[in-house]
């Protein structure tokens, strides 16, 4: 089992910064990938960034130039720094995992429990 743990979360005016964190503990195989997406009100969630352990990033249109995603192996943590951010960013993040075993391609999927992430105009 994975337990995935989300912080960095909070209220900031537009143009501020902010960067969460979600911390990995658990069964996580060398295939994997860990990413980031959010959910505003009445609105589905979408994908923000990506990041794969083979180093590839994938990273929604919206918050190309603003945004980076990154990890830490040997913590097995990925972050977002997100960086002029805009009242639409508003939202819960959730942190992603997905991972499998070499070899197979029984992926397991794992989602942390949110984290609200408020820009202020």
């Known amino acids: 089992q994975v337990q995935l743990v989300e912080s960095g979360g909070g209220l900031v005016q537009a143009g501020g910064s902010l960067r969460l964190s979600c911390a990995a503990s658990?069964?996580?195989?060398?295939?994997?990938?860990m990413g980031w997406y959010r959910q505003a009100p009445r609105n589905q969630r979408e994908l923000v960034a990506t990041?794969?352990?083979?180093?590839?990033?994938d990273y929604v249109d919206s918050v190309k130039g603003r945004f980076t995603i990154s990890r830490d192996n040997a913590k097995n943590t990925v972050y977002l720094q997100m960086n002029s951010l805009k009242p639409e960013d508003t939202a819960v993040y959730y942190c992603r995992l997905q991972t499998r075993r070499v070899g197979t391609v029984v992926e397991y999927d794992y989602w942390g429990q949110g984290t609200q992430v408020t820009v202020s105009s």
């Open positions: 990041l794969t352990s083979g180093g590839s990033t």
């Open positions: 658990g069964s996580i195989f060398s295939i994997n990938t």
